[in-house]
């Protein structure tokens, strides 16, 4: 399909893979390699729910992302890793050194008994291993399920009981900025609650102390010596597994989203191209962890099956000081910047000299993702970082999309700042309103839906299809809910307004108010908690618990600290609350249930209008928790 370069381009090509979704997905796809070809596009029915695409095609996509570029690209760099330690030397990847790489860690997990169809649990930090374990396990036909590297052992726990995977791809420990985090160390509180796993591999990166269980650890660097770099790539139905990657429900559990082979792959590449208006030979940078899934579509599978040089950053964007990201762009000469709003809100309040004694003058194209932007803080990345010459790319996705979903096209899209713009090609939202009615025409708000399918969408929940069903595909029968709210302007231009349940986004990771809630109950004098969203200048939204105890304490200080601690072990530091106010009771219905509106309106300072509170229980609970309001 022609690349879009202008808003004519685009126009054209949405309005064909509108009138006809099949023809055009598969003219996309025919520009990959399959072993064989699909006999059919598309299946679907969002009533089931059941949506398959390119039914009966064969493909690997490591093939895809690695072994039809060495014919030309044999010698250029696939991956540039920028290490965390602006002093150590980065490393350029070539994609031959990819293909090796990549067959070697495949061999190595096949010797450890790696199958197709086996979940590989990878806890790694932001190393080239992460990359080669990922693309290993697709060239195996294994699963893989990447648990972020910040996370605890408790949410390890419930993602390797999920998976049921029985084997763990870690290392000694990560570095971020001045701290070393002791990974193996994680994994082995995690693991004395997963008696399945047999097997754990270990990478040593940071040389922190790394007690070996015999019979069950191994170390990578002595197992890798053992296996040769060919290793064939296992033939893939284009519907199946490809991985598994968990986000937060509303409900406590974390939902395994499945994600299959053929349709991410055309998709996330097609995105890529498309969007970033990626040309050949240009060096990209997406600022995410590979334990999200930005990292997953948009720092590997997308632009390695484009061909692109991508690269890594292990490290944090204030260390050694708020000039890192700017520094690391002038290094290698990036040409596509990719990175969240929270990063930029906050190296925004930077001295601004960090910027200015950079040479930024290879970017041309800018991207934020994760959250809504603001419009200063899209103002501030336009002008000091683009210059004025670079589109910035908003772009609204979620990682049961797979891939980006409203975005601007660099340099055909004409770009409004905090508007995620317009649909790409093969996305047809529709804006409902409560009652169940699709909102139409421009200048409205509601609820953002999707009402026909687009190849790189989640196809269940792991190990719970009932659930994939209730969540997406009930609150507007026929059509996936995403959970967020939008307006929708007088040129038709969407402007994410953020969730519309209970999840929270704190520096654009997605937190459920309810893993929140039951994380700090396990702290000895909690009775209850309630959860809230309240805005935060840098993290976009942070968190409020409303706690009641059992006894007051004789320090609140203390006890605020210890109920963070605590959240932080059980899920990990993102989500330990910024306010903790300790109340006498939560506004409750008659039925039991917390009228979060109620508290979402404390937790933002606005309790003039509370709304009608004349439901309530006991309504006096309403002004000591705006009397005691932090
Ligand atoms: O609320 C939306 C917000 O992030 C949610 C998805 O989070 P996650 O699955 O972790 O994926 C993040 C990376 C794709 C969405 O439901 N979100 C994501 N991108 C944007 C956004 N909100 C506003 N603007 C965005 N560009």
Same mark, same amino acid.
């Given at each position: ?34 072993? %064989? ?49 602006? %002093? ?26 790696? %199958? ?247 970017? %041309? ?266």
């Amino acid at each position: 399909m022609g690349t879009i370069r202008s808003f004519e381009d685009y126009q054209e090509q949405y309005k064909k893979s509108i009138e006809d979704p099949e023809a055009f997905w598969a003219t996309i796809a025919g520009e990959f390699q399959w072993r %064989k070809k699909w006999n059919k596009v598309l299946e679907w029915d969002f009533h089931k729910p059941e949506v398959k695409w390119f039914i009966g095609g064969k493909l690997n996509i490591t093939e895809n992302c690695i072994d039809r570029h060495l014919p030309q690209r044999a010698k250029q760099t696939a991956i540039i890793w920028e290490p965390n330690n602006p %002093k150590d030397e980065a490393l350029h990847i070539t994609y031959q050194q990819l293909s090796e790489e990549v067959g070697k860690t495949a061999n190595m997990l096949k010797a450890q008994g790696v %199958k197709k169809g086996d979940r590989v649990c990878v806890y790694l930090p932001m190393i080239p291993q992460l990359a080669y374990t990922l693309l290993a396990c697709a060239r195996i036909g294994a699963v893989h399920s990447v648990v972020f590297a910040g996370f605890s052992a408790k949410s390890l726990i419930d993602r390797i009981t999920d998976a049921g995977s029985t084997i763990v791809v870690t290392a000694d420990g990560g570095f971020r900025g001045d701290k070393t985090i002791n990974l193996k160390g994680i994994v082995d509180e995690a693991l004395e609650k997963c008696p399945d796993v047999s097997r754990v591999i270990v990478y040593e990166h940071t040389k922190t102390k790394a007690p070996m269980k015999v019979g069950r650890d191994l170390w990578w660097h002595e197992e890798i010596k053992k296996v040769n770099a060919q290793c064939p790539a296992e033939e893939m139905d284009a519907e199946d597994l490809l991985f598994i990657l968990y986000t937060s429900g509303s409900t406590g559990k974390p939902k395994g989203m499945v994600h299959t082979c053929g349709g991410y792959m055309v998709y996330t590449n097609y995105t890529f191209r498309t969007a970033f208006n990626y040309e050949e030979g240009q060096v990209y940078w997406c600022t995410a962890d590979i334990g999200w899934i930005t990292g997953h579509s948009y720092i590997l599978y997308g632009p390695l099956s484009a061909g692109a040089t991508t690269v890594m950053f292990e490290g944090v964007p204030s260390w050694p000081d708020w000039g890192r990201f700017w520094q690391a762009i002038e290094r290698h000469k990036i040409n596509i910047f990719y990175t969240a709003p929270t990063a930029i809100r906050s190296l925004e309040k930077a001295p601004i000299s960090f910027v200015e004694s950079h040479d930024l003058s290879s970017l %041309k194209v800018l991207g934020t993702v994760g959250e809504p932007i603001n419009e200063e803080a899209w103002n501030w990345y336009d002008k000091n970082i683009g210059k004025g010459k670079c589109p910035i790319i908003d772009t609204w996705w979620q990682t049961e999309t797979g891939g980006f979903m409203i975005s601007p096209i660099a340099h055909a899209t004409k770009l409004k700042p905090a508007f995620a713009t317009l649909p790409l090609p093969g996305v047809q939202p529709a804006v409902m309103n409560e009652s169940g009615l699709e909102i139409k025409g421009n200048n409205i708000e509601g609820r953002l839906t999707i009402k026909f399918p687009w190849p790189s969408m989640a196809r269940t929940i792991y190990g719970d299809h009932q659930r994939f069903k209730d969540t997406y595909f009930s609150t507007f029968p026929g059509k996936y809910f995403t959970g967020d709210g939008c307006k929708r302007d007088e040129d038709g231009y969407y402007r994410i307004t953020g969730r519309v349940d209970d999840i929270i986004i704190v520096s654009g990771h997605n937190l459920g108010t309810a893993e929140i809630e039951s994380a700090i109950t396990e702290h000895k004098n909690v009775v209850e908690t309630a959860v809230v969203g309240f805005p935060h200048d840098i993290k976009g939204q942070a968190v409020y618990a409303f706690v009641i105890l059992h006894d007051k304490p004789g320090n609140d200080e203390t006890l605020r600290g210890e109920i963070r601690e605590t959240v932080s072990k059980i899920i990990g530091p993102i989500a330990k609350p910024d306010k903790i106010q300790f109340v006498s009771g939560l506004p409750k219905t008659r039925s039991g249930k917390i009228m979060r509106r109620i508290l979402r309106k404390v937790a933002e300072g606005d309790t003039a209008n509370l709304g009608d509170t004349s439901t309530l229980l006991d309504p006096a609970v309403v002004d000591e928790i705006k009397a005691g309001a932090l």
